[in-house]
DNA sequence: GCCGTTTTCGGCCCGACTGTTTTCAGTCG
């Protein structure tokens, strides 16, 4: 229902209108995902009108089918096969082919047009359904959220049938945090909330295992919530550990096996107790992703068995299979090697021939792109040498900002030179117990051209290059303009290929792919900017990016001493990716990086 | 609205939880 919501708000009002413009009028067919999110809207406005839940459920039935239909939609439409996919019928037959073709479908217009956007909008407050929206707008004329409020604050809503105090009271409160509910969290932020909770959760005696599942083990950029599934045969007393935790704001949901917390940031946190002979298999759904399930359930069914969250059944006697003690049994139960929950995204994983293998933090030697007091950095080039050292790292590289980020007191050339200097004698001097390169974070000027002459660029050990002006060109010309950089000799690493600031600032348009061939074809490196607001450039372009040959590196672009350590987040990302430990330049170790910035091999 | 079929319509995934009601309806995942 959640993926439902999200879909209407997508599609609602203006954007709908857009879509159908483009449809209209460009003459194209309409995609396979819009259409899943238009029948999705409609399950959701029929369910807002009091609809029978069963023609609801054939909807978004129908809506998740298309979506896990792999071939061209053109095709199926062509040779009349849409109505054999199993969960559409005639009914659905029609309406796709009508959006297809046409980018229009009467009967959702008019279905929209007879309900008000504010109902649409009612249905984000934790607690209200179709049926209970459709109650308040019967019962008291309610048509906005604002109106809710009003109807709240005069006691009408705990006066309803079926409503009551305890409601109304939740509904208001609902309203009041509505924005921070909305909210996704940044992997670093929800994974210090949920490490402590887990390391609490195992020490328990009553606990036979227990683990983080969701997008946060997933290693999501982004995390909706939190998920933890336990093993126990007294789940009374974790539940009561659980909905105990001083830093909750809230209970939600307390009950026998499942409860609901949620934390002053927004973030929500469910835990499920099952038995130990169940744990792989909740373990696993509640993992993901839908589309990973989705793949899962159908191998199943191909072999005759369905898989849920309670364990795996033969269809045809609806009798549990021998269980699975660990994922990787129950996926061998499947004939699958076992898939890192990183990569269980439905990209074409249950495909895959061998699983990656995926790097981890101990085979990071060092890191590049992180900043001093030379620039906008907070600690001097001692104090971040000493900190890479506790790493364990036998490197470090500093690149501070070049002279066009003035607001960052960027390094004009004379000032470069002096920091070169001040390298060199660290590196001479006795403090000094691991290796530091003298590196800069270049300004690309709007038409391509760097901030720095060549001869400086030149004299440094490498040079990471960054757009941190000019946004909004346009796709073309930014492409073009970092390409320009990418073809300059003295470049060694593109950073933060799109600029975006997750949950907060969009990235600037501009053609990765065309960037990632330029790359690979001139030995630049593409970061992984680590700044765990950042994680640029995507994890989902890094597998076909390194096929192809591209060289990764891992930068925590710190500016302090403690921001070095969100190189972990950028190992998520590089694991997420698929990234091979051989193209990425941080598992190198310090002779091979100087030798790779001389000569790039 | 879909499916399967005893072909013309009845059943549709379901368990956990909350709130309101006192046996159940609605929400959520």
């Known amino acids: 229902m959640a993926q439902a919501k999200a879909a209407v708000w997508k599609t609602s009002n203006n954007a709908y209108a857009c879509i159908l413009a483009y449809y209209t009028y460009s003459r194209l067919y309409m995609n396979k995902n819009d259409i899943v999110d238009i029948l999705e809207d409609i399950a ?13 459920r054939a909807y978004s039935g129908g809506a998740r089918a298309l979506e896990a239909m792999e071939e061209n939609l053109g095709e199926v439409i062509a040779e009349d096969r849409l109505g054999s996919l199993k969960g559409i019928g005639s009914a659905l037959v029609d309406k796709i082919q009508t959006l297809y073709a046409t980018g229009e479908l009467a009967y959702y217009t008019k279905l929209r047009d007879s309900i008000a956007p504010g109902l649409i909008e009612m249905l984000e407050i934790p607690g209200l359904g179709g049926k209970k929206v459709k109650k308040l707008h019967d019962a008291l004329g309610v048509e906005s959220v604002d109106a809710l409020q009003k109807v709240c604050e005069l006691g009408k809503v705990a006066a309803l049938k079926g409503f009551g105090a305890k409601s109304q009271e939740k509904i208001l409160i609902g309203i009041a945090n509505r924005a921070n509910y909305a909210k996704r969290h940044l992997w670093w932020k929800a994974h210090d909330i949920a490490r402590p909770i887990l390391e609490g959760l195992r020490a328990l005696p009553e606990v036979d295992r227990a683990e983080i599942a969701g997008s946060l083990r997933r290693l999501k950029e982004t995390v909706g919530d939190l998920d933890f599934i336990v093993a126990s045969a007294e789940p009374e007393k974790i539940m009561e550990w659980f909905t105990e935790q001083d830093t909750i704001q809230e209970v939600t949901a307390r009950g026998a096996t499942k409860s609901s917390i949620r934390f002053e940031s927004g973030l929500q946190a469910d835990l499920r107790v099952v038995p130990s002979e169940q744990f792989a298999f909740a373990l696993h759904h509640f993992t993901g992703s839908k589309e990973h399930n989705v793949a899962m359930r159908q191998r199943a069914l191909a072999q005759g068995f369905s898989l849920s969250e309670w364990g ?35 990209m074409g994983e249950l495909e895959l021939n061998a699983m990656p293998e995926l790097i981890s933090s101990d085979q990071i030697r060092g890191v590049f792109h992180n900043h001093t007091t030379a620039s906008d950095g907070h600690a001097s080039i001692e104090e971040m040498a000493q900190a890479a050292a506790d790493l364990n790292f036998d490197y470090l590289g500093l690149a501070d900002h070049s002279k066009a980020s003035f607001q960052a007191n960027g390094l004009d050339e004379a000032r470069v030179f002096r920091q070169i200097d001040e390298i060199f004698r660290f590196n001479e001097s006795d403090q000094s117990s691991i290796h530091v390169f003298s590196g800069i974070e270049c300004d690309i000027l709007s038409d391509g051209s760097l901030d720095l002459e060549d001869s400086t660029l030149e004299a440094l050990d490498y040079a990471v290059m ?30 933060h290929p799109t600029g975006r600031i997750l949950l907060r600032r969009e990235p600037y348009q501009i053609d990765l792919e065309k960037v990632i061939d330029a790359a690979i074809a001139n030995r630049v490196i593409i970061e992984i900017n680590a700044n765990p607001s950042r994680l640029d450039m995507d994890w989902r372009l890094w597998r076909r990016a390194a096929e192809k040959g591209l060289m990764c590196a891992i930068n925590p ?13 950028g190992v998520n990302i590089a694991r997420k990716g698929g990234v091979p430990k051989e193209q990425i330049l941080n598992c190198r170790d310090c002779a091979a990086v100087a030798k790779w910035f001389k000569d790039r091999s």
């Open 44 to 56: 959701v406005l029929l369910e807002l009108k009091g609809e029978n839940p069963f023609k609801i």
């Open 312 to 346: 795996l059944k033969e269809v045809s006697t609806q009798e549990l299979v021998v269980g699975a003690s660990s994922e990787e049994e129950l996926f061998s139960l499947l004939g699958l090697p076992e898939i890192p929950p990183e990569l269980r995204e439905g």
């Open 466 to 495: 960054s757009v941190h002006s000019s946004f909004s060109q346009s796709q073309e010309e930014m492409t073009k303009r970092v390409i320009r950089a990418i073809e300059h000799p003295a470049t060694t690493m593109l950073g």
């Open 557 to 569: 672009d710190a500016h302090n001493t403690e921001g070095l350590s969100y190189f972990e987040a």
